[in-house]
């Protein structure tokens, strides 16, 4: 039986008399002739084992929506998952603005004609640099572990060093990625230590740090806070052992404690990255991600930028902005290998959103979602360290996030998580596997989202599932 | 009026000029944009300020120096701003050659930015939690795995040019898991994309690039002479940005092979040839597809994106980890590659770029696939002919060849005869409600480019359209070039005093640094 016709809506030439009257324009009458250029063994004769379509747009919907149903969601279930994707409020505005198809469907375009995106783009740079404190940042990397990876490299670039010491608490995903990226041809050229920490407080063993340091060293890297939630007290000191050895200092931070906590630049970093997923933007299964790096303005670090940044300037019409490329030959576009690591199309349509979210917050704004964190966190890290044979495995202060011991129990973290679900919670990530050290713990994550009643309802279930 | 008659010319067009001031510049000390939740009065008697807990040399100490707006003039200033933004939902996206600028359908919009089975979903939930989402990844890894003939993918890259940094960081490990530590290159070609030669260089591989021959190929000759024992592999694309298939690619692959390295097909331009030509049967060993190209995700201002990397079964062992797995019942993620290279980007890349690509592969189907590649390159070779025969227009390489997806232009001869050149004719486009063309990445090989790609999307009075706007432009640059050159006219902003900002003095990448070099702040 012949094949039915098929007019496909995302396919206007579909439409066989036109399509007949294009072939008629280039001169082909079967339309493999257009592929004359193929030959004829590297063409693929078969059909493409693809399930039947689904054409009509009902049936595609109602066929996602089915899959998608079957995810259990935050919406639904409490969540208390963090470790770099926390669930946060998102004000209406943010998806208001992403959702505009402007900002959806835009690419490369110039500044003339995407003059708004150059211009969000550009306010992102500039509020992300009041927040951090440092004046310098390219347009946005592809989540944290990527800001992370190239702050190492910039150092590297900068002081020619050869050797990087991270903290052995860091983010088991990051550190994935950065030791990828470190890598090199034939042997790693960049050296990884990870420094020790204190088992009682999470915090960076000074004296390991100490024994490390030495005039090879191209950077300090620390989380603050961290990835186990602990805020690293010692991060002054830590950058002055850096800086006095001539390294780079690097803090990763979350851009939504710095409402409360000290922007890093002030207690010495001299390259702040992390990732900004916390600034307006949903849990997404982790798509959702965007990394940053800033710098103090500094030629030596201006130009070490791998991605391209959007000056602002003016036009030939007096009293109008304009943007122009800022030293476009740094960047892999301009210099291909020659330019600094590699750029490419990243998170754009985020880091509009972010900066959204920050003009949206204002400086009273994030204040005080600091402040609701930091309360909220510490009210459910006393009440679930009131339940027997629970604990909080780290004493240091911290933000966001606690690890809970559970070694007490009897129960692995596994087995009260699945536990939670009956209860609708999603407990906190097992930390078991990355941090054996730390027994049956879980990284328990709350934020401005959990009211003192799902704390309460954490704290009952606990209770239950421990005690059954 | 009948259609014949019916202008395809915006002359009239002017696209939103708000003259928007920075967000900085709209502040009202004192006003909210939004109030976020607050402690319960319990949890604050509880547990006081909570912030005390910070030690004091690391509270902030200097509230941040961020705009005070109220919400409606937050929301109005964006909108603004969107609406100064010519994306593809307002304009042709044929200017932007070699990024597939086809339609964004709204229902995946829809489902991936509202649905909660997708928006509400944590990545480390339980997997057993997220049966559909893993659903998805494994069968958007099956649809490519027959598009392209590999036998195993990762979707985890968060761009094009992000897989093609995977491609290169699993050639370095399959080498190295060999013991063979002399490949410390990789050979690319002057028409691949500037990522082909930048993330080898990243990874640690010394770069070989090739230029074009007389006929625009790679010069195999000249690949021939840089193939040794220490050549590691090949990353080219084809067709190239100049829309020209190479048909002896096999050629460059057997040649590749000999000599012990691999083959990474660059396929962020599939779209010519979906159900048409696959890496397979040309032999590569590594292929990559952007999702948020040939297969219709939005490009979102530059991301979220989607690089999806193909590898053959020997290669498996070094995709990213964790990989989505199915025995029939359940989904699970697996960890245990202890050959990967790891991760590239946290969890699993953007699951919402890569839902759009399973309900685009679902509607089509395998003909429908195919008809988006025919159409593409339908419309590509009718919208040369016409733009062929626009005065000024110059077509460099293969003359009589037939060209697939996209074609990169020259105004050469318009650049000859009047003095107009590619970056004035493109500042002109803007004024008819066109977006900005792609010229060519750097250098520029063929001189005064510029690169279009008329994919499926669109219809012959778009083309159409757009081939009457290069005419007038054309005609205008031949009557009164000076009126060409000081375009726009009509677009949201005029000529940016500085499109090239290289004076460090003149640096200003955020709002702060401006104020500084203009003193108005300390």
Same mark, same amino acid.
């Given at each position: 039986?012949?094949?039915k016709t098929? #007019?496909?809506p995302?396919?206007?030439?579909?439409?066989?008399?036109?399509?007949?009257?294009l072939?008629?324009?280039?001169?082909?009458?079967?339309p493999m002739?257009?592929?004359?250029?193929?030959?004829?063994?590297?063409?693929?004769?078969?059909?493409?084992?693809?399930?039947?379509?689904i054409?009509d747009?009902y049936?595609?919907?109602r066929h996602?929506d089915?899959?998608?149903?079957?995810n259990?969601?935050?919406?639904?279930y409490?969540?208390?998952?963090g470790?770099?994707?926390?669930?946060?409020?998102?004000?209406a505005v943010? !998806?208001?603005?992403?959702?505009?198809?402007?900002?959806?469907t835009?690419? #490369?375009?110039?500044?003339?004609?995407?003059?708004?995106?150059?211009?969000?783009?550009?306010?992102y740079?500039?509020?992300m640099?009041?927040?951090?404190?440092? !004046?310098?940042?390219?347009?946005?990397?592809?989540?944290?572990?990527?800001?992370?990876s190239?702050?190492?490299?910039?150092?590297?670039?900068?002081?020619?060093?050869?050797?990087?010491?991270?903290?052995?608490t860091?983010n088991?995903?990051i550190?994935?990625?950065v030791?990828?990226?470190?890598?090199?041809?034939?042997q790693?050229?960049?050296e990884?230590?990870?420094?020790?920490?204190?088992?009682?407080?999470?915090?960076?063993?000074?004296?390991d740090?100490k024994?490390?340091?030495?005039?090879?060293?191209?950077?300090?890297?620390?989380e603050?806070p961290?990835?186990?939630?602990?805020?690293?007290?010692?991060?002054?000191?830590?950058g002055?052992?850096?800086?006095?050895?001539?390294?780079?200092?690097?803090?990763?931070?979350?851009?939504?404690?710095?409402?409360?906590?000290?922007?890093p630049?002030?207690y010495?970093?001299?390259?702040?990255?992390?990732?900004?997923h916390?600034?307006?933007l949903?849990?997404?299964?982790?798509?959702c991600q965007?990394?940053?790096?800033?710098?103090?303005?500094d030629?030596?670090?201006?130009?070490?930028?791998? !991605?391209?940044?959007?000056?602002?300037t003016?036009?030939?019409q007096?009293?109008?902005w304009?943007?122009?490329e800022?030293?476009?030959?740094?960047?892999?576009?301009?210099?291909?290998?020659?330019?600094?690591e590699?750029?490419?199309?990243?998170?754009?349509?985020w880091?509009i959103?972010?900066? #959204?979210?920050l003009?949206?917050?204002?400086?009273?704004?994030?204040?005080e979602?600091?402040?609701?964190?930091?309360?909220?966190s510490?009210?459910?890290?006393?009440?679930?360290?009131?339940?027997?044979?629970?604990?909080i495995?780290?004493?240091?202060?911290?933000?966001?996030e606690?690890?809970?011991?559970?070694?007490?129990?009897?129960?692995?973290?596994?087995?009260?998580n699945?536990?939670?679900?009956?209860f609708?919670?999603f407990g906190?990530?097992?930390?078991?596997?990355?941090?054996?050290?730390?027994?049956?713990s879980?990284?328990?994550?709350?934020?401005?989202?959990?009211?003192?009643?799902?704390?309460?309802?954490?704290?009952?279930?606990?209770?239950?599932?421990?005690?059954? | 009026?009948?259609?014949q008659?019916r202008?395809?010319?915006?002359?009239?067009?002017?696209?939103?000029?708000?003259?928007?001031?920075i967000?900085?510049e709209?502040?009202?000390?004192?006003?909210?944009?939004?109030?976020?939740?607050?402690?319960?009065?319990?949890i604050?008697?509880q547990?006081g300020d909570?912030?005390?807990?910070?030690?004091?040399?690391?509270r902030?100490?200097?509230?941040?120096?961020?705009?005070e707006?109220n919400?409606?003039?937050?929301?109005r200033?964006?909108y603004?701003l969107?609406?100064?933004?010519l994306?593809?939902?307002?304009?042709?996206?044929i200017?932007?050659?070699t990024?597939?600028?086809?339609?964004?359908?709204?229902?995946?919009?829809?489902?991936?930015s509202?649905?909660p089975? +997708?928006?509400?979903?944590h990545?480390?939930?339980?997997?057993?939690?997220?049966?559909?989402?893993?659903?998805?990844?494994?069968?958007?890894?099956?649809?490519?795995?027959?598009?392209?003939?590999?036998?195993?993918?990762?979707?985890?890259?968060?761009?094009?040019?992000?897989?093609?940094?995977t491609?290169?960081?699993i050639i370095?490990?399959?080498?190295?898991?060999?013991g063979?530590?002399k490949?410390?290159?990789?050979i690319t070609?002057?028409?691949s994309?500037? &990522?082909?030669?930048?993330?080898?260089?990243t990874?640690?591989?010394?770069? +070989?690039?090739?230029?074009p021959?007389?006929?625009?190929?790679p010069?195999?000759?000249?690949?021939?002479?840089?193939?040794?024992e220490?050549?590691a592999?090949?990353?080219?694309?084809?067709p190239?940005?100049?829309?020209i298939y190479n048909?002896?690619?096999?050629e460059?692959?057997?040649a590749?092979?000999?000599?012990g390295?691999?083959c990474?097909?660059?396929?962020?331009?599939?779209?010519?040839?979906?159900?048409?030509?696959?890496?397979k049967?040309?032999n590569?060993?590594?292929?990559?597809?952007?999702l948020?190209?040939t297969?219709s995700?939005?490009?979102?201002?530059?991301?979220?994106?989607?690089?999806?990397?193909g590898?053959?079964?020997?290669?498996?062992?070094?995709?990213p980890v964790?990989?989505?797995?199915?025995?029939g019942?359940?989904y699970?993620?697996n960890?245990?590659?202890?050959?990967?290279?790891?991760?590239?980007?946290?969890?699993?890349?953007?699951?919402n770029?890569?839902?759009k690509?399973y309900?685009?592969i679902m509607?089509?189907?395998a003909?429908?696939?195919?008809?988006a590649?025919? &159409?593409?390159?339908?419309?590509?070779?009718y919208?040369?002919?016409? +733009?062929?025969?626009i005065?000024g227009?110059?077509i460099?390489y293969?003359?009589g060849?037939?060209?697939?997806?996209q074609?990169r232009?020259?105004?050469?001869?318009l650049m000859?005869d009047t003095g107009v050149?590619?970056?004035?004719?493109?500042?002109?486009?803007?004024d008819?409600?066109i977006?900005?063309?792609?010229?060519?990445?750097?250098?520029?090989?063929?001189?005064?480019?510029?690169?279009?790609?008329? &994919?499926?999307?669109?219809n012959?009075?778009?083309?159409?359209e757009? +081939?009457?706007?290069?005419?007038?432009?054309?005609?205008?640059?031949?009557e009164?070039?000076?009126?060409v050159?000081?375009?726009p006219?009509?677009a949201?902003?005029?000529?940016?005093?500085h499109?090239?900002?290289?004076?460090?003095?003149?640096?200003a990448?955020?709002?702060?640094?401006?104020q500084?070099?203009?003193?108005?702040?300390?």
């Amino acid at each position: 039986m012949p094949k039915k016709t098929i #007019v496909y809506p995302y396919i206007p030439n579909s439409v066989p008399e036109v399509k007949a009257e294009l072939m008629k324009e280039v001169g082909v009458t079967d339309p493999m002739d257009l592929y004359e250029e193929i030959p004829d063994h590297l063409r693929f004769k078969e059909e493409l084992k693809l399930p039947e379509p689904i054409l009509d747009e009902y049936s595609i919907r109602r066929h996602t929506d089915e899959i998608l149903k079957k995810n259990k969601t935050a919406d639904e279930y409490l969540c208390f998952l963090g470790a770099g994707c926390a669930p946060h409020f998102v004000p209406a505005v943010c !998806d208001e603005i992403n959702g505009r198809g402007e900002f959806l469907t835009a690419y #490369v375009g110039d500044s003339m004609g995407d003059h708004g995106k150059w211009q969000a783009l550009f306010e992102y740079c500039s509020l992300m640099g009041e927040l951090l404190d440092m !004046d310098i940042l390219s347009i946005p990397m592809y989540d944290g572990g990527q800001a992370a990876s190239s702050s190492l490299r910039m150092a590297n670039r900068i002081n020619n060093r050869k050797k990087v010491l991270l903290p052995a608490t860091m983010n088991p995903e990051i550190f994935m990625v950065v030791k990828n990226y470190l890598n090199s041809v034939p042997q790693p050229e960049i050296e990884i230590v990870q420094i020790k920490f204190d088992p009682n407080t999470g915090l960076m063993d000074l004296n390991d740090l100490k024994n490390n340091m030495s005039n090879d060293v191209c950077a300090v890297f620390i989380e603050n806070p961290s990835y186990l939630g602990f805020i690293e007290t010692q991060a002054e000191e830590i950058g002055k052992i850096a800086r006095q050895a001539g390294a780079e200092f690097i803090v990763y931070t979350d851009p939504i404690s710095l409402g409360v906590m000290e922007a890093p630049a002030n207690y010495g970093a001299t390259i702040t990255c992390g990732d900004y997923h916390p600034l307006g933007l949903h849990l997404g299964a982790g798509g959702c991600q965007g990394g940053f790096i800033a710098t103090h303005d500094d030629m030596k670090y201006i130009s070490e930028f791998k !991605d391209l940044m959007f000056g602002l300037t003016d036009t030939i019409q007096e009293g109008e902005w304009g943007f122009g490329e800022v030293l476009y030959d740094r960047t892999s576009y301009g210099s291909r290998d020659k330019g600094k690591e590699f750029t490419g199309t990243s998170t754009g349509l985020w880091a509009i959103t972010a900066g #959204v979210y920050l003009s949206l917050m204002g400086p009273k704004g994030m204040q005080e979602v600091g402040t609701t964190i930091m309360q909220n966190s510490q009210y459910a890290a006393k009440k679930l360290s009131a339940i027997p044979g629970v604990k909080i495995q780290l004493s240091s202060p911290f933000f966001k996030e606690f690890v809970v011991n559970f070694d007490m129990t009897g129960k692995t973290v596994a087995e009260i998580n699945k536990k939670l679900l009956e209860f609708k919670i999603f407990g906190g990530k097992d930390l078991s596997h990355d941090f054996p050290q730390f027994g049956q713990s879980a990284l328990y994550c709350v934020t401005e989202i959990h009211q003192q009643k799902d704390i309460d309802k954490l704290a009952y279930a606990l209770q239950g599932v421990i005690s059954c | 009026m009948a259609r014949q008659q019916r202008k395809l010319l915006r002359d009239n067009y002017h696209q939103a000029r708000w003259d928007e001031p920075i967000i900085f510049e709209m502040s009202v000390p004192g006003e909210r944009g939004v109030l976020v939740p607050m402690a319960s009065e319990e949890i604050a008697s509880q547990v006081g300020d909570g912030a005390s807990a910070i030690p004091a040399s690391l509270r902030r100490k200097k509230a941040p120096a961020l705009p005070e707006v109220n919400q409606m003039r937050v929301n109005r200033h964006y909108y603004h701003l969107s609406q100064e933004t010519l994306g593809t939902d307002v304009t042709l996206g044929i200017s932007e050659g070699t990024c597939t600028m086809k339609y964004s359908p709204k229902v995946q919009e829809h489902m991936a930015s509202r649905h909660p089975g +997708i928006v509400e979903v944590h990545p480390h939930q339980d997997p057993e939690t997220m049966q559909g989402l893993l659903e998805i990844y494994y069968k958007v890894e099956q649809f490519l795995k027959e598009v392209s003939g590999m036998d195993a993918f990762s979707l985890q890259p968060g761009g094009g040019a992000h897989a093609v940094y995977t491609n290169a960081s699993i050639i370095r490990a399959y080498h190295r898991a060999r013991g063979d530590h002399k490949r410390t290159e990789i050979i690319t070609t002057m028409f691949s994309h500037p &990522c082909d030669a930048a993330t080898p260089n990243t990874a640690g591989f010394k770069v +070989i690039t090739l230029m074009p021959d007389e006929s625009g190929y790679p010069d195999l000759e000249a690949m021939k002479a840089a193939l040794s024992e220490r050549t590691a592999g090949i990353m080219i694309t084809n067709p190239e940005d100049t829309g020209i298939y190479n048909p002896r690619i096999e050629e460059y692959v057997r040649a590749a092979h000999a000599v012990g390295a691999l083959c990474s097909y660059d396929q962020a331009n599939a779209n010519g040839m979906l159900g048409i030509h696959r890496a397979k049967e040309a032999n590569f060993d590594l292929v990559h597809f952007n999702l948020h190209k040939t297969f219709s995700a939005p490009h979102g201002s530059m991301g979220p994106a989607t690089g999806a990397v193909g590898v053959k079964e020997f290669l498996k062992p070094y995709l990213p980890v964790p990989r989505v797995e199915f025995d029939g019942q359940k989904y699970t993620l697996n960890y245990n590659y202890p050959e990967s290279i790891g991760k590239v980007r946290t969890f699993f890349g953007n699951a919402n770029v890569v839902l759009k690509t399973y309900m685009w592969i679902m509607q089509h189907g395998a003909d429908g696939l195919k008809e988006a590649a025919i &159409c593409s390159v339908l419309n590509n070779q009718y919208f040369m002919k016409k +733009i062929s025969q626009i005065p000024g227009v110059v077509i460099p390489y293969a003359k009589g060849k037939r060209r697939l997806e996209q074609v990169r232009y020259s105004w050469e001869k318009l650049m000859q005869d009047t003095g107009v050149g590619t970056d004035d004719v493109n500042r002109r486009l803007v004024d008819f409600g066109i977006e900005h063309y792609w010229t060519s990445h750097h250098p520029w090989v063929v001189p005064e480019p510029f690169t279009l790609e008329p &994919c499926e999307s669109y219809n012959k009075e778009d083309m159409d359209e757009y +081939i009457e706007v290069l005419q007038q432009i054309s005609k205008e640059a031949y009557e009164d070039p000076d009126f060409v050159k000081k375009a726009p006219y009509k677009a949201a902003s005029h000529r940016p005093t500085h499109s090239a900002i290289d004076d460090p003095e003149l640096i200003a990448v955020t709002w702060r640094q401006y104020q500084k070099k203009k003193g108005l702040r300390k």
